[in-house]
């Protein structure tokens, strides 16, 4: 069973300029998961999808950051402009929701860093 | 609010000891569950481990396992037999079951390096 796919793997960009990472969440989940990772931090939550509804972009800087999950599968996270302080690791993980007293792991990709120079 | 505290920035062992890497834990929920995932330089998570709120016994994978003190909010990773390949950071992370599909909250990590 493949795993979670995240493209690109690395990107370097001058800041101001607008960046796009893409997610193919794991077949059959149905909540999908943008963290972001900072150097020396664990991951941190921006936006998550059940099926195509944003259902927590709470965390998300909505004045440069945009996400969409169209059909319920794949993801984009956009950042336009993106600036100095948007350097940093990338991450979607995706779970299948087992209900309320369900183990619900989430499994993560391998991410993208990103560096804004 | 829930919180994950991993006091240890940095851990050695050598080559085929045991380690432990602690893990404390901040919630008002009755349940919850508590991940460890490995990520190594490579930058993936990679899920090792689960311990659930209720569950009797502490969880077992292989050469994790989770000593898991419900009192004391603290689920500690032990590795036993350490390997070269096991030089990784690891993150405890938390989530509440009883609220939909919610995001995990990690800790800050700490990186363990085995030594030959």
């Known amino acids: 069973e493949a795993g979670v796919v995240q493209s690109p793997r690395y990107k370097i960009i001058e800041k101001k300029q607008p960046v796009a990472f893409w997610c193919n969440p794991i077949?059959?989940?149905?909540?999908l998961y943008w963290y972001r990772q900072n150097l020396g931090q664990g991951p941190e939550l921006l936006i998550r999808?059940?099926?195509?509804?944003?259902?927590?972009d709470s965390q998300l800087p909505k004045d440069r950051f945009s996400a969409e999950r169209l059909k319920g599968v794949d993801s984009t996270l956009k950042i336009q402009p993106a600036e100095l302080g948007d350097s940093a690791v990338y991450l979607c993980?995706?779970?299948?929701?087992?209900?309320?007293?369900?183990?619900?792991?989430?499994?993560f990709g391998p991410g993208t860093r990103l560096l804004v120079l | 609010a829930q919180k994950i505290t991993q006091t240890q920035p940095g851990m050695f062992v050598q080559e085929k000891e045991a380690v432990t890497l602690d893990c404390t834990y901040d919630?008002?929920?009755?349940?919850?569950?508590l991940f460890w995932y490995k990520q190594p330089s490579s930058g993936e998570m990679i899920f090792l481990i689960y311990q659930g709120s209720y569950d009797q016994q502490n969880a077992t994978e292989g050469r994790y396992s989770l000593n898991f003190q419900k009192a004391r909010k603290s689920a500690n990773l032990v590795i036993s037999a350490s390997q070269l390949g096991d030089s990784a950071m690891y993150f405890c992370a938390m989530f509440r079951p009883s609220t939909l599909n919610t995001p995990l909250v990690f800790g800050k990590g700490t990186r363990l390096s085995v030594i030959a």
């Open positions: 919630t008002s929920d009755p349940s919850y569950g």
């Open positions: 077949s059959g989940h149905n909540t």
């Open positions: 999808y059940e099926n195509e509804e944003a259902v927590d």
């Open positions: 993980a995706s779970s299948l929701y087992l209900g309320a007293s369900g183990n619900e792991t989430q499994y």
